[in-house]
């Protein structure tokens, strides 16, 4: 086995794959944020949500490419489970364009589109121009590695040695499972692991049946990149990713008991005798005349393609039983709030009933209320024990604060082009009012998290009696947002007393600790660096009570 093979095999794999997330690049540059506003139109019911789910891994040449993507938009809040797994299942479909693409090995092509791609690229003077160049290179590398890999791992596969390995290795096909799987995970792309299976097949590496089941255990190596993808996600998104493999699980035992009968399906739908070694006429350079399979790559495609479209058509009607089992496969920790990051009371389709939209925006709002109460509870947290996992929870709740902000918004304002009464039409700026404080306070308290964390990053240290006083002052702070976030719906001219009081006397608290520190600044006693955290601190906590009371006097007015 000379090493000219494997070099020539390694350096096809390396074009091969580099074709592809040129490709890939190019296509997304094309589709611009277009992209992302149709996904969220387009996902209201498992049918529509599969078919863009397989336009979306078309145009990213990756169904795993495309599962990543969807497991951005669960973690966003942008779609929910159910949406999200009827787009997983149709991600598989779309994958199957690009290798039946593939799998015509329509080689002619590849010198020309590499051509006209780098005078795109390099020459084009408008932008569309250079995205179509990527798209053209891509497409040209694609076929023109996919030609070297062949023509590089024909020699390989005559080797004794790899013969043996080779027999060894496939004596059972759940080894060929996990081989597809693992050869997945490693390129990052199904798309661009078929290819390397197809090229392996028609060099005479891998049987048509090998081949087959390596194609197919690379949809569980897709869905454990989407596991991945999940690790730092909500919930949400960790239980879309166990479900999606879970159901990619489930499809390949299904292959795997009945592979006989999966195999005389392929076989019908795809032309020629898979096993049929002969020349290729569509090879573009003279040295890789050798024979080779030529029908298998058809196969292997169609392999791909009844197995996709299997799994959807079995699994999209039972999507439901899964989007309800998700807490029971991944329970979690009860939570005292719902944090998910989408609005759970709002309906559009009452848009037209204002008394019971508006009933349903104040429902959202006391949500919001308590999340943003937690957040600044949370953030307090930190003085006393700074805490790594605590972060990512109010970061996560900052992020649902802002969601939680524009979906509410957007629906006040759809809804005040309706015909609204007088008090209807006077209560949704209120709303609006006391949605954008509820934000700010969110705001505020992540400015106070990121000095926190300024100061540990530098190693600024604060004197006893720093932390001391900011230590009142929070418990001071907490006194306002717990009585804003109680009060919302019931706000008494108590309250609103007790309220501005409060807010009155953290403000000359505020000043009194500024005037101190000074002090401590001009003695040498306090660095300059630990002078201006302590200082945004003081000006955050001063802001989070001007927004406490903020809230609490329009709640008056509104209720």
Same mark, same amino acid.
């Given at each position: 086995m000379p090493l000219s093979s494997i070099w020539e095999a390694l350096g096809g794999v390396g074009l091969f794959i580099l074709g592809m997330k040129s490709m890939s690049e190019g296509l997304q540059k094309l589709a611009g944020d277009r992209l992302r506003r149709f996904l969220e139109k387009t996902t209201g019911n498992r049918f529509t949500a599969a078919l863009m789910g397989?336009?979306? @891994?078309?145009? !990213?040449?990756?169904?795993?490419?495309?599962?990543?993507?969807?497991?951005?938009?669960?973690?966003?809040?942008?779609?929910? !489970?159910?949406?999200? *797994?009827?787009?997983?299942?149709? %991600?598989?479909?779309? %994958?199957?364009?690009?290798?039946q693409l593939i799998a015509f090995k329509i080689s002619f092509f590849a010198l020309p589109a590499i051509f006209f791609g780098v005078i795109f690229k390099f020459f084009g003077r408008k932008r569309r121009l250079v995205y179509i160049g990527d798209l053209f290179l891509g497409a040209g590398l694609v076929f023109l590695g996919l030609q070297i890999m062949e023509s590089g791992f024909v020699p390989i596969g005559q080797n004794a040695l790899v013969k043996g390995v080779h027999n060894q290795f496939f004596s059972w096909r759940i080894t060929a499972v996990m081989l597809g799987a693992l050869l997945t995970f490693l390129v990052q792309s199904s798309s661009a692991a078929t290819g390397i299976v197809i090229a392996l097949a028609s060099s005479g590496l891998l049987t048509n049946a090998e081949s087959i089941t390596i194609i197919i255990g690379g949809s569980? /190596?897709? @869905?454990?990149?989407?596991?991945? @993808?999940?690790?730092?996600?909500?919930? %949400?998104?960790?239980?879309?990713?166990?479900?999606? =493999?879970?159901?990619?699980?489930?499809?390949?035992?299904?292959?795997?008991? =009945?592979?006989?009968?999966f195999l005389k399906s392929v076989n019908f739908f795809s032309p020629g005798d898979a096993e049929y070694i002969g020349p290729d006429i569509n090879h573009i350079i003279t040295n890789f005349t050798q024979s080779t399979r030529p029908y298998i790559a058809r196969h292997l495609a169609n392999a791909h393609t009844i197995f996709s479209v299997m799994g959807a058509l079995l699994f999209l009607p039972f999507i439901g039983f899964f989007a309800r089992?998700?807490?029971?496969?991944?329970?979690?920790?009860?939570?005292?709030i719902d944090i998910e990051p989408r609005t759970k009371y709002i309906d559009n389709r009452v848009i037209n009933t204002p008394p019971i939209a508006l009933l349903q925006v104040r429902n959202e709002l006391k949500r919001m209320a308590e999340i943003a109460g937690t957040m600044f509870a949370d953030t307090v947290e930190q003085f006393n024990e700074y805490d790594a996992k605590r972060i990512a929870k109010i970061k996560r709740e900052e992020e649902v604060l802002d969601i939680l902000q524009r979906e509410i918004s957007s629906f006040l304002v759809l809804l005040s082009r309706r015909t609204l009464n007088t008090e209807n039409t006077?209560?949704?700026?209120?709303? $609006?009012?006391?949605?954008?404080?509820?934000?700010? *306070?969110?705001?505020?308290?992540?400015?106070? *998290?990121?000095?926190?964390a300024r100061k540990k990053e530098n190693n600024i240290y604060f004197s006893n009696a720093a932390v001391s006083e900011l230590k009142s002052l929070a418990a001071k702070v907490s006194e306002i947002v717990n009585l804003a976030i109680g009060s919302m719906g019931n706000v008494s001219d108590e309250a609103l007393g007790i309220a501005r009081s409060l807010k009155d006397s953290i403000r000359e608290m505020g000043d #009194?600790?500024?005037?101190?520190? $000074?002090?401590? *600044?001009?003695?040498?006693?306090?660095?300059?660096?630990? /002078?201006?955290?302590?200082?945004?601190?003081?000006? @955050? =906590?001063?802001?989070?009570? #001007?927004?406490? =009371?903020?809230i609490v006097e329009t709640e008056k007015e509104l209720f």
């Open positions: 397989s336009c979306l @891994a078309s145009l !990213l040449q990756s169904s795993s490419a495309a599962s990543i993507l969807v497991i951005g938009f669960v973690n966003a809040g942008l779609i929910s !489970l159910y949406q999200a *797994l009827a787009v997983l299942l149709g %991600a598989g479909i779309g %994958a199957t364009l690009v290798i569980i /190596g897709a @869905a454990s990149i989407t596991a991945i @993808a999940s690790v730092n996600g909500t919930a %949400a998104a960790k239980r879309t990713a166990l479900l999606y =493999f879970v159901i990619n699980l489930l499809a390949v035992a299904l292959v795997l008991i =009945f592979f006989p009968l089992s998700a807490d029971r496969l991944l329970p979690g920790k009860k939570q005292l006077l209560e949704i700026p209120v709303m $609006l009012h006391i949605t954008n404080d509820l934000e700010h *306070l969110g705001d505020q308290s992540e400015v106070i *998290l990121d000095c926190l #009194e600790m500024n005037n101190i520190h $000074l002090k401590r *600044l001009t003695t040498g006693t306090c660095s300059v660096g630990a /002078g201006m955290i302590y200082g945004d601190i003081i000006n @955050a =906590f001063g802001k989070i009570a #001007e927004y406490s =009371f903020n």
